[in-house]
């Protein structure tokens, strides 16, 4: 039966459509739920600002309650679809062994290959226009990863998975390396159930934490998070938390690592995800010798380039500061011992104390 330009559309049909559509697309699932959230969505929302675990990122608290009201973000919304993607490139070295390797330097899996909000919203946007095409008018708009939208709780709601301990989405069968989007639209889709949690006693999640983050079940405070820590906070790592980042200098997978339903995670079909540049197993002291221009070029495309020049320098000089110490640490630190600018300058000095040199 089709659902196509009908004035009265058949809509558990056309979801059905929009769920093939989405594996087409390379979607692993799409699932459906109504655009609002219960109260206790705001009202977790609300604790969690007035905690402050928001740390810098004031867009949360700017945006306030309109994360859990969709219908706000789209005139008329009624249904949200939530997508998975997944990320992990099979080809990717062991995170553990990396994570081992005082001298390597630890880049989140999801983050070893293109910009995943461009390819996912691209995907979404290819969504939404077989979706323009089929029914018509079509109120809509897409998100991944965008402020304004509270898409673990919606894609919970909707039974993609559901919120782990780590805040994150699960899922039972396909564990959490995903990325999520959503299309929020003014259709009456017929909305999926949402799924049981499956984390039961474990804490798996909440003990390996390396930075004690995840401050109480389903709560973490950014501040403390080393994903935060090292992409959104502008400023340097705090030095309290410096030595527990250990050769963490983009993101952190652990909590994730740690979960036992990641034994069942899904690499991705998706070559923009694959692994460039060899980023899955490349040394701290290699990335802190690219030059500016060398940084620009490689991480064109790449989530990391977001995040600036000076900032990663940062962030790979507190790794150096946890390495093992070696005549070519110490080099390649006293080399920038002096950089002018003191979100690198700082850091790398701290990184020399902690080798035992006073750079003078
Ligand atoms: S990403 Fe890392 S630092 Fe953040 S909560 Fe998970 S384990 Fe902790
Ligand atoms: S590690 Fe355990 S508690 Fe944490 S998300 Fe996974 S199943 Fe839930």
């Given at each position: 039966m089709q659902a196509s330009n009908?004035?009265?559309?058949?809509y558990p049909e056309l979801v059905r459509q929009i769920k093939d559509w989405a594996r087409e697309l390379g979607f692993a699932d799409a699932r459906i739920s109504r655009a609002e959230l219960p109260a206790e969505a705001g009202e977790r929302l609300v604790a969690w600002l007035e905690a402050g675990?928001?740390?810098?990122?004031d867009y949360m608290a700017r945006h306030g309650q309109l994360r859990v009201r969709p219908a706000e973000l789209v005139p008329g919304a009624l249904s949200v679809v939530s997508l998975r993607m997944h990320y992990w490139p099979a080809e990717a070295k062991s995170s553990d062994a990396v994570l081992a390797n005082g001298n390597a330097a630890y880049i989140s899996r999801y983050a070893l290959g293109r910009d995943y909000h461009k390819v996912v919203r691209n995907r979404l946007q290819k969504l939404a226009d077989r979706l323009a095409e089929t029914i018509q008018p079509l109120g809509y708009r897409v998100f991944t990863d965008s402020a304004p939208i509270a898409e673990v709780a919606l894609a919970a709601q909707a039974g993609l998975g559901w919120r782990g301990k780590h805040t994150l989405l699960l899922n039972k069968g396909q564990g959490s390396l995903f990325f999520l989007g959503e299309l929020v639209t003014d259709l009456p889709l017929p909305p999926d159930e949402s799924e049981a949690e499956?984390?039961?006693?474990?804490?798996r999640c909440l003990d390996v934490c390396p930075t004690g983050a995840i401050v109480e079940p389903y709560t973490v405070d950014a501040r403390r998070c080393i994903s935060y820590l090292t992409?959104?906070?502008?400023?340097?790592?705090p030095e309290p938390l410096r030595p527990l980042i250990g050769n963490r200098v983009y993101g952190c997978d652990d909590c994730q690592l740690a979960c036992?339903?990641?034994?069942f995670a899904v690499h991705t079909a998706e070559p923009d995800f694959a692994v460039r540049h060899g980023l899955d197993d490349v040394s701290l002291v290699e990335l802190f010798g690219w030059s500016e221009n060398e940084f620009k070029t490689r991480m064109a495309g790449s989530p990391i380039y977001r995040i600036g020049y000076l900032k990663w320098l940062s962030n790979i000089a507190v790794g150096l500061g946890n390495a093992p110490t070696s005549d070519v640490v110490i080099a390649v630190l006293m080399a920038r011992a002096d950089h002018p600018d003191e979100l690198v300058r700082e850091p790398t000095r701290w990184a020399l104390a902690r080798h035992g040199v006073e750079p003078g």
């Amino acid at each position: 039966m089709q659902a196509s330009n009908s004035e009265n559309p058949n809509y558990p049909e056309l979801v059905r459509q929009i769920k093939d559509w989405a594996r087409e697309l390379g979607f692993a699932d799409a699932r459906i739920s109504r655009a609002e959230l219960p109260a206790e969505a705001g009202e977790r929302l609300v604790a969690w600002l007035e905690a402050g675990y928001h740390g810098e990122m004031d867009y949360m608290a700017r945006h306030g309650q309109l994360r859990v009201r969709p219908a706000e973000l789209v005139p008329g919304a009624l249904s949200v679809v939530s997508l998975r993607m997944h990320y992990w490139p099979a080809e990717a070295k062991s995170s553990d062994a990396v994570l081992a390797n005082g001298n390597a330097a630890y880049i989140s899996r999801y983050a070893l290959g293109r910009d995943y909000h461009k390819v996912v919203r691209n995907r979404l946007q290819k969504l939404a226009d077989r979706l323009a095409e089929t029914i018509q008018p079509l109120g809509y708009r897409v998100f991944t990863d965008s402020a304004p939208i509270a898409e673990v709780a919606l894609a919970a709601q909707a039974g993609l998975g559901w919120r782990g301990k780590h805040t994150l989405l699960l899922n039972k069968g396909q564990g959490s390396l995903f990325f999520l989007g959503e299309l929020v639209t003014d259709l009456p889709l017929p909305p999926d159930e949402s799924e049981a949690e499956h984390c039961g006693r474990c804490t798996r999640c909440l003990d390996v934490c390396p930075t004690g983050a995840i401050v109480e079940p389903y709560t973490v405070d950014a501040r403390r998070c080393i994903s935060y820590l090292t992409i959104e906070l502008k400023g340097a790592i705090p030095e309290p938390l410096r030595p527990l980042i250990g050769n963490r200098v983009y993101g952190c997978d652990d909590c994730q690592l740690a979960c036992p339903w990641n034994r069942f995670a899904v690499h991705t079909a998706e070559p923009d995800f694959a692994v460039r540049h060899g980023l899955d197993d490349v040394s701290l002291v290699e990335l802190f010798g690219w030059s500016e221009n060398e940084f620009k070029t490689r991480m064109a495309g790449s989530p990391i380039y977001r995040i600036g020049y000076l900032k990663w320098l940062s962030n790979i000089a507190v790794g150096l500061g946890n390495a093992p110490t070696s005549d070519v640490v110490i080099a390649v630190l006293m080399a920038r011992a002096d950089h002018p600018d003191e979100l690198v300058r700082e850091p790398t000095r701290w990184a020399l104390a902690r080798h035992g040199v006073e750079p003078g």
